[in-house]
Structure formats: structure tokens, C-alpha cells
């Protein structure tokens, strides 16, 4: 176990200080609840979400300079000190994709070249490769203002929409997030078009070599008797179809992507209600010739300002929005912290969660039939895309949550579809994806086309993990087959050193924060040897101050796993574990308890500006791996995590510890209900 300098607080004297800490960060919740009844925080990523919008705007025609002023300032406020932009906070190197983004859309703001901030940008890139080392979606990007060659980007036909279901090769087989992304992004292969931009905006100065003399196309695979060799001769053969004069299937394609695409924009203008598919889509929709003023243009645009933020002299925008999650997971720990179910705090955010109920089929119907559509998703809105993780947590909070009795038999009806609707999507692994069911065809994680982060959404472990413990909470036993199933599922991926993947969470301590709640919740011996491999991991883990910390960069280096800084969202995770496992009176979890006390702040929050969250750690099939690949092995990432996307969720650090203090704090009360009875 880490040795952890911070004297050992006795129960007695520590159970004050949790209670007040607990009062502060209740009333910070219900002094921040919206009058509608959701909570709502930032979800920070990385600034290629301000560069895209930016080349996006004069694709579209519609730059505001004064706005592009802003996000300059932005872009050169998140500058490292290497010259590089970075993939999350404190990354060990910038990113050469994010940063040759940043300074494409730098320069198209009108920075010059020879500004300071540009030439160590300059530097850093070309000390990373320049831009033929960066990633399929940025080559795309420069593509399509010239500044890339279009040979050099991997065939994606629109045919491919017309592939039925049954086929192994479709669309319904990748990722929600990938789908969106892939039929829009075939459009505009398609045509590839050529926007003009001013030649001082050009980018030839980041290219190692000059463009006359690249050699260009799509890199052999080292080993052609593979998936990925072949995908690479799949994509000859089609760069050979895209020569023909005559396709005789590409006008019914384009315009079956074209009515795809029109068909899942959403009520607030998004697609997916996340910014890769969005742009896309747009840029697609432009080319096919739609006109700014058409309606789909008009709500794509207009819906970024719900996704913006302007403070001060700044502009930035989010990859994506979270209220339903934040406002899910703030009632939960509202009710662990002993707040009444009754509460009218609690009542606004149930009644807003129950307007929120998806009542219409989406993607996720095309493999689960004959199930009445329900769920819940992540955003304001994404009526095509519930997922089972959100839809978790909600039921949760409204199962725990009481209504006037007038209320709750809608409330009763809503749960029993929700979980309806859970027990469909369950796998055939016994695990819980968190868009769609059995999406686990790997082959296609190895096309020369998905080098940017996950195309799959097979089961994971936290989400498996939040399902099998809202089942428990619901009164199912270990013995009903979708538990057996799902718990089964859950012991049989713990890691070889007793953790369990985070594969929406940073990382190790993520899953053990997710699945030891989870057995405990349905029943299961607290004291076999697999929760006891977990509680030695978290023990071993322990920071010095007491709190627990693990980097992103553990994602591409093992060895990394369980180790970072301290942060009050991870402490909260490891301090759930370990409650679960009926360490209640442990020095480390009465250490954890007195960190999260001891760095709360006046207003009831904590600081925390490293990223715990995941929205996918770059591994391609979209599970986890026995090992990292090495340098020079596919699929490889440095600790800059170029093929990652990492979050940094605003309310995590909040709610997660009031979540953890709660627990432990009711059951001090408990035990001194108990001893004032006898």
C-alpha cells in the first residue's frame, strides 16, 4: 500500500467536518438548479472543436471575424509552452493533428506566420513529422481547403448506405458517433471538393518536405495477410471504381445518405447531438447544394450557440452538452447525501427528467425489435440516440425520488419502460454497450478510413456496471438471468491485478468505482477473492494526501495505471469502492474522506482541472486491451493520446464527492441511530 503522510482522522472527529462539507456542496446544488429543474456543467475537450468550427464557417461561407477573433484568442490561450496543442490538461506533449488544426485556423484568422506563438507552433509540428503524421480527420480538413491532396485520403463510398443490416459490412455496425460521422463524411468524399482560402493562409510550411515531392496515398500496412492489409487492398480496388466514368449506384447512394442525413438531424440542429457528426453533415449538405437559408442549414448553425461559450474576450465551443447526465447523477447524490426524496429540488429535477423520456425508435431498433421505445440521452436533445448508461443513472435517481401521489403513477410507467427497454439492449456477452446492442464486428475498427479513436460500441464494464446496480436497487436478485448474466460478464473482465477498465472514466479507478457498487447492490459476497483483488488495488493506490489520481496517459501506458495527481472526482470513485466493500472505518477511506474534506472550497465545490472522463481512449475496437501496442505495431499512441478523446466533465468534481461524503456519512448516522436505540 502507498504510504500516506496525512495523519489517520478518528470516525468521531472526522463525521463533523464530512457533515458540514456535505451541507456546503448540497446547498451549492440548490442554489445552481435550474428554474426547469436540470443541472447542467461545461464539458471541456480539446481545441480542435474551435479550430473545426472556424474552417467550417468559411466553408460555409458565413465567417464572422469578429467571432473568428475570438476564437483566435481562445486557440492562442491554450497554447503549450512546447509550441503544441494539446489532446487533455497536463499532457506530457501536444498533439500534432489538434495543434496542425489550431494553426490552420489560426492562420485563416489572419495571425501571421512569423508571429511568436506561430513559429513555436511551426517548430513543435515539424518536430512531430508535420502534416503527413496527422490523423485521417485533419488530413480531411486541409483537403478540403487544398492543402492536402485528396489521393492521399482513404475511399469511403456512399454506397456504403446501401448495405443492408444483415450484411457484415453497414453502417449499423460501427459506433452511433462513427455512423453519423461516416454517412455524412461519404458525401463529401464523394465529391471532394476544394474551398479557396488567401494564399498567406496557406499551410505549406508545415510539411517536411516540399508537397511537389510527397509521395502521395494511403500507407501499406506492414503485413498485407491481415485485417488492415486488407482494408488497404479493399481501398485500391474502390480508388480504381471512383476512375469509372459510369457508377451505376452512386445517385441512388448519395441520395440515400442525403435522406439519412436529413432524417437525424436533431430538434436543436445538432446530429447525435455531438460536434464530429454535425459538422459534417453541414459541410455535406453544402455540397449537395442546400442553400444557407434552407431550414436544415439555418437550425445546424443556429444550434452551436447552445453549445457556446463566450467569456470575455474568448470563444469557445462544446464538443457536446451534458444536462441529463449532470442533472441524473446531482440527484443521486443529492438522495446519498440525505436529502428527502420529496425535496422540491428533487421533484423539478424528476419531473424535467421525466419530460426527457424518448418515446420514439431510434438507430439502436434496427437490431432490437418488438421493445416500446424508451431511454434516456445524454443531452437536451438526441431522440435517436438513448443510451443505456444515462438511462441507468435516471432511473436510479426516479426510482429513489418521491412524487405527489398524483405523480407517481407516470413515474412508475416511465421506470417500467426504461427498464424494459435496459434488458433489451443487453448483449449476448452478458454486457451493456452504451448505444447499441452486440456492436462488437472488430474487423472494422481496422480500416484505413478509422484512425481517429473508436468506430465499435461493444460492452463495457462502468456501464454493465451502473445497469446490474440500478437492477439491484430495483429489487432484482442474483439469480434473475439478466443479472446472472451481467455479473457474470463483470467478473470475467476484472484485470489481471484486480482492477476493471474505465471505459467512460479515467480508468482503473473509474471501473472499480462503477463495478464494486454494482455487486454489492445485487447481492454478492463482498468478501470472495475478486473484490478483494479490487480493495488491495485502490489500497495500493493511494496517494500520499490521501486522495487517489490516475492519468489519461494510462490508457497507452499500463504502467501509469492508478497513478496522477489527486482529484476529488477520483477520490470520490475509490472512496464508492471501498464503501461498498464495507470498509467504512478503514484509515484509507477515512484518509480519502478527510482529502475531500480538507480541498473543498467556501462555496461547497472542489477544484479540478485534469480530465476524468472518456469519450473514447483511442484503442479503435473499443474495449479494452491486454496490452498497449508497442511503437511501430498498429493501433499505437504515445501518452499524448492522439487517437483519444478526453473530457473534462465541470460537475464531476462536485457531485461524485457530495456522492461519496454522502454514503458515508449516512451510514455514521445509521450507526448512531442504532447505538442511541439499544
Not at 295 to 308: D, H, I, K, T, Y
Not at 472 to 481: A, K, M, Q, T, V
Not at 510 to 525: K, R, W
Amino acid at each position: 500500500m502507498t504510504e500516506v503522510s496525512t495523519p489517520v482522522a478518528s470516525v468521531e472527529a472526522l463525521s463533523g467536518r464530512v457533515a458540514e462539507a456535505v451541507r456546503r456542496s448540497q446547498d451549492y446544488f440548490l442554489g445552481t438548479q435550474d428554474a426547469a429543474g436540470w443541472w447542467w456543467g461545461e464539458l471541456a475537450s480539446n481545441p480542435t472543436m474551435e479550430a473545426e468550427y472556424l474552417l467550417l464557417t468559411h466553408f460555409l461561407g458565413v465567417a464572422d471575424k469578429e467571432r473568428w477573433r475570438k476564437i483566435a484568442n481562445y486557440l492562442l490561450s491554450q497554447q503549450r509552452p512546447d509550441g503544441g496543442w494539446e489532446q487533455y490538461y497536463n499532457a506530457p506533449s501536444g498533439d500534432v493533428s489538434t495543434s496542425v488544426e489550431c494553426y490552420f485556423a489560426l492562420k485563416m484568422a489572419g495571425i501571421p506566420a512569423d508571429a511568436e506563438p506561430m513559429r513555436r507552433a511551426r517548430a513543435f509540428i515539424l518536430g512531430k513529422g508535420g502534416v503527413p503524421a496527422t490523423r485521417v480527420f485533419t488530413k480531411i480538413w486541409l483537403a478540403l481547403f487544398g492543402q492536402w491532396d485528396w489521393r492521399a485520403v482513404p475511399v469511403l463510398p456512399p454506397e456504403i448506405v446501401l448495405l443492408p443490416p444483415w450484411f457484415p459490412i453497414n453502417i449499423y455496425e460501427f459506433s452511433s458517433w462513427a455512423r453519423a460521422t461516416i454517412v455524412a463524411l461519404s458525401i463529401v468524399l464523394a465529391h471532394r471538393p476544394v474551398c479557396p482560402i488567401p494564399p498567406e493562409a496557406g499551410v505549406d510550411e508545415l510539411y517536411p518536405v516540399r508537397r511537389e515531392r510527397m509521395q502521395w496515398g494511403v500507407p501499406r500496412p506492414k503485413r498485407l495477410l491481415s485485417w488492415r492489409g486488407f482494408f488497404w487492398l479493399a481501398d485500391g480496388a474502390l480508388r480504381q471504381y471512383e476512375r469509372l466514368p459510369w457508377k451505376p449506384l452512386r445517385s441512388l447512394a448519395l441520395r440515400r445518405a442525403e435522406q439519412w442525413v436529413l432524417a437525424h438531424q436533431e430538434a436543436d440542429g445538432s446530429w447525435g447531438g455531438i460536434q464530429p457528426p454535425w459538422v459534417y453533415s453541414l459541410l455535406a449538405l453544402k455540397i449537395l447544394g442546400y442553400p444557407l437559408h434552407h431550414p436544415v442549414m439555418v437550425a445546424g448553425l443556429r444550434g452551436f450557440e447552445g453549445f457556446a461559450i463566450e467569456e470575455g474576450d474568448t470563444w469557445r465551443v462544446q464538443a457536446c452538452i451534458s444536462p441529463v447526465w449532470d442533472t441524473c447523477l446531482a440527484m443521486n447524490a443529492l438522495l446519498d447525501s440525505g436529502l428527502p426524496p420529496d425535496h422540491a429540488a428533487l421533484q423539478r429535477a424528476a419531473r424535467w427528467l421525466l419530460s426527457q423520456e424518448i418515446r420514439i425508435p431510434g438507430d439502436w431498433a434496427v437490431k432490437v425489435k418488438g421493445v416500446e421505445p424508451s431511454g434516456w440521452a445524454f443531452e437536451f436533445e438526441n431522440d435517436l440516440y438513448p443510451d443505456t448508461d444515462d438511462t441507468a443513472e435516471v432511473l436510479m435517481a426516479l426510482v429513489r425520488t418521491r412524487l405527489p401521489p398524483e405523480e407517481e403513477k407516470g413515474k412508475e410507467e416511465a421506470i417500467r419502460r426504461g427498464v424494459r427497454w435496459l434488458l433489451a439492449m443487453q448483449s449476448k456477452n452478458g454486457g451493456w454497450g452504451a448505444f447499441d446492442k452486440d456492436n462488437t464486428r472488430e474487423f472494422l475498427a481496422h480500416i484505413p478510413f478509422a484512425d481517429f479513436g473508436e468506430t465499435l460500441d461493444p460492452p463495457s464494464e462502468d456501464v454493465t456496471a451502473h445497469v446490474v446496480e440500478l437492477l439491484g436497487r430495483l429489487g432484482y436478485s442474483r439469480s434473475h438471468p439478466a443479472v446472472a448474466r451481467g455479473v457474470r460478464y463483470l467478473l470475467g473482465q476484472q484485470e489481471f491485478d484486480g482492477a476493471w477498465f474505465g471505459r467512460w472514466g479515467v480508468n482503473a479507478v473509474y471501473g472499480l468505482g462503477a463495478v464494486l457498487p454494482a455487486l454489492e447492490a445485487v447481492g454478492e459476497d463482498m468478501g470472495q477473492p475478486a473484490v478483494r483483488r479490487g480493495v488491495e488495488w485502490l489500497l495500493a493506490h493511494q496517494n500520499p494526501d490521501g486522495g487517489w489520481g490516475e492519468t489519461c496517459a494510462s490508457y497507452a501506458d499500463f504502467s501509469l495505471r492508478g497513478r496522477g495527481p489527486s482529484t476529488a472526482s477520483q477520490t470520490a470513485w475509490a472512496l464508492l469502492a471501498l464503501l461498498a466493500a464495507g470498509l467504512w472505518e478503514h484509515p484509507a477511506v477515512l484518509q480519502g474522506l478527510d482529502y475531500l474534506v480538507r480541498t473543498q472550497k467556501p462555496d461547497g465545490t472542489w477544484d479540478e482541472p485534469y480530465y476524468t472522463g472518456t469519450g473514447f481512449p483511442g484503442y479503435g475496437i473499443g474495449r479494452r486491451l491486454t496490452r498497449p501496442p508497442r511503437p511501430g505495431e498498429p493501433g499505437y499512441q504515445g501518452t499524448e493520446l492522439p487517437y483519444a478523446f478526453m473530457i473534462n466533465y465541470h460537475l464531476y468534481r462536485n457531485y461524485w464527492p457530495l456522492m461519496a461524503l454522502g454514503r458515508w456519512l449516512r451510514w455514521k448516522q445509521r450507526g448512531i441511530a442504532k447505538s442511541t436505540h439499544n
